[in-house]
């Protein structure tokens, strides 16, 4: 069993969180001391997150990340350091064992969250699987990804609600699908951030309305998520990739107090 497979179980809150991207090595290093410093400060378990690519862009000249090779160098690094568990996006299969040997949570994309040879192939790893479900998908269809999973040998496996199309480049959430997938028996994580874009509404890029961001992850909370799914980023207008939605160090830090004080309220 590794470090991460009882977060989300028995009441074992955690955050993954992150920038979108790998935008530099030092950069990443940095972003990652103070997200560690403030979920030790409120004992909240972290799982860094970074792409080393961001395969699913708007347009072809988007920023997608500094690739495999040194994408996972500097996760690797982040992770020694540090000594916090990482998770990063798979996207083809020849990327998994690659991305395995850094990685301790494999995270499949809302996109490809029906590929069964990807599925299969990151269950194989033997890491932890976190699977966002996708955006055209109802919450009860991810019983077929967790049995997919399950076959393949996958031990834990997490489900992430990260919103649904609600017409052209715009998604709602239904707190419904956090108690429906978590019949499945997995953890299921609240994406915060991405709940909040809004799909290639600016043409070659995607919008969003980080001012929400707070206001669904207390609803999350309320509707009993197991965890957290926050991008951030120390100067959000300026990131390299979803700038629109990423949260600043200080919204952070604030969220995270809501969702501690709302859980510490229902369990009373």
Partial sequence: MNEVSQLGRNGKFFVIAGPCVVEGIEFLLSAA?????????????????SSYDKANRSSGKSFRGLGIKKGLEAMALV????????????????EVKTAAKVADVLQVPAFLSRQ????????????????KKGQFMAPW?????????WKAGAKNVWLTERGTTFGYNNLVVDYRGIPEMQKTGCPVIFDGTHSVQQPAAKGTTSGGTREHVPTLVRAAMA?????????????PLKA????????TFETFRQVLKDSLAIRKALQK
């Fill in 141 to 149: 269809e991810m019983e077929n990804v967790v049995e997919k999973l």
């Fill in 240 to 247: 390299k990739s979803d700038a629109a939605t990423q949260i």
């Fill in 223 to 235: 509707a009993g998520a197991d965890g957290l799914f926050l991008e951030v980023h120390p100067n």
């Fill in 116 to 131: 069964t040879s990807l599925l299969t192939a990151a269950a194989r790893t033997g890491r932890a699987v976190n699977v």
């Fill in 33 to 49: 001391k103070t997200i560690k410093a403030i979920t030790d400060e409120l004992r909240v378990p972290l799982v860094f997150k």
């Fill in 79 to 94: 992770k020694k350091k540090l000594g916090i568990p990482i998770l990063t996006d798979i996207h083809e299969i020849g």
